[in-house]
């Protein structure tokens, strides 16, 4: 498989995901739907950097490490926006924004805006991080906590947090009652715990 067949059928197997959970709702269009369609595969996405930082052979036969780093940071990106898509949707479709399920899913979108800001200011090397303003910021917090790159680098791995969290908030939605939506709720079941496999895996082998 090419680099390009491999980035798109990344970024195409959410659709997959999102039409089971879609075709469940008994509506193909309309708000609720797209509402739908947006909170899973920002999901299946999101779970997809387990496997992604797990960096499998075969993926490397692919993808260069680099690369892998680069979809791995692009993802959540992707994510934050069509997240608040999603809540802004649900709430237009009339749905409660108070219940424990859309509470979790609130508080897991600060915690991946705060995850992603973290990231490009302490881990990335990027434009941004050569700035010298944003430098200068790095270097006083880097010192004020004491912190070094392995450190902030441990820090990060707790981000797998995030997708437990957000797997209970999906599996929350009515439309992951398996009697209502089989398909769907077995596929990405099935996603997710393979995406939580391959990174214990990956974490009980050791970095290759």
């Known amino acids: ?21 879609m075709s ?21 996405l999101l779970a997809g950097q387990l496997f992604l930082i797990s960096r499998p052979v075969w993926l490397q036969r692919i993808l260069s490490v680099k690369e892998i780093l680069t979809l791995h940071s692009a993802v959540p990106l992707i994510v934050l926006v069509l997240s608040l898509v999603h809540r802004f949707l649900k709430e237009s479709a009339g749905f409660s924004l108070e219940t424990a399920q859309a509470i979790i899913g609130l508080a897991s979108w600060f915690f991946l805006l705060l995850v992603i800001v973290a990231a490009l200011l302490l881990l990335a090397n990027t434009f941004i991080t050569k700035n010298k303003f944003i430098k200068n910021i790095k270097d006083r917090v880097y010192s004020a906590f004491k912190l070094s790159y392995s450190k902030v680098r441990a820090s990060h791995n707790m981000t797998v947090l995030l997708a437990a969290v957000l797997c209970v908030h999906v599996f929350l939605s009515s439309l992951s009652d398996v009697s209502f939506n089989p398909a769907g709720t077995f596929v990405l079941f099935a996603w997710t715990l393979f995406c939580f496999v391959s990174y214990i895996v990956y974490r009980i082998r050791g970095r290759k």
Do not use: N
Not at 4 to 16: M, Y
Not at 24 to 44: K, R
């Open 24 to 44: 469940s709702a008994g509506s193909s269009w309309g708000v609720y739907p797209l509402s739908i369609a947006l909170g899973v595969y920002s999901y299946t």
């Open 1 to 21: 498989m090419k680099k390009s067949g491999f980035v798109i059928l990344w970024f195409c197997f959410p659709f997959f995901t999102s039409f089971l959970y």
